[in-house]
């Protein structure tokens, strides 16, 4: 599976951004797909996770009521609508895949990685 992500730039306190991730599987489709973030200094995060197919998602706290993932299954791609954005969301946001196994925040228990999209919000 090859993970490209794109959506990241610079945002304002306050402000929204979306990210996407576009999959592509050559030897199947995956079961789950995660959003995981690293900020400086700070180990991987998983923030988001959405089971391939039938939708369950699972959110952090941190992120919970503010960050929204879905996943468009005629593109394979998965998003991830970023709102109420706040400094401490300054990070690397990576995509992440499974092939088997539900939804999970570990981000230990996902197999393939996009290369990540950098978010940066100012105060």
């Known amino acids: 599976v090859q993970l490209v992500e794109s959506g990241g730039g610079s945002a304002q306190a306050g402000g929204s951004r979306r990210l996407s991730c576009a999959a592509s599987?050559?030897?199947?489709?995956?079961?789950?797909m995660a959003w995981v973030r690293q900020g400086p200094g700070n180990r991987r995060a998983g923030l988001a996770a959405?089971?391939?197919?039938?939708?369950?998602?699972v959110y952090d706290d941190s992120v919970k009521g503010r960050f929204t993932v879905s996943l468009d299954n005629a593109k394979t791609t998965m998003y991830l609508q970023m709102n109420d954005l706040v400094p401490e969301d300054t990070a690397m946001y990576f995509c992440?895949?499974?092939?088997?196994?539900?939804?999970?925040?570990?981000?230990?228990?996902?197999?393939?990685w996009g290369q990540g999209t950098q978010v940066t919000v100012s105060a």
């Open positions: 992440a895949a499974r092939g088997g196994g539900g939804a999970t925040l570990v981000a230990d228990n996902y197999t393939y």
């Open positions: 599987a050559e030897t199947g489709r995956p079961t789950a």
């Open positions: 959405i089971v391939t197919s039938f939708h369950y998602t």
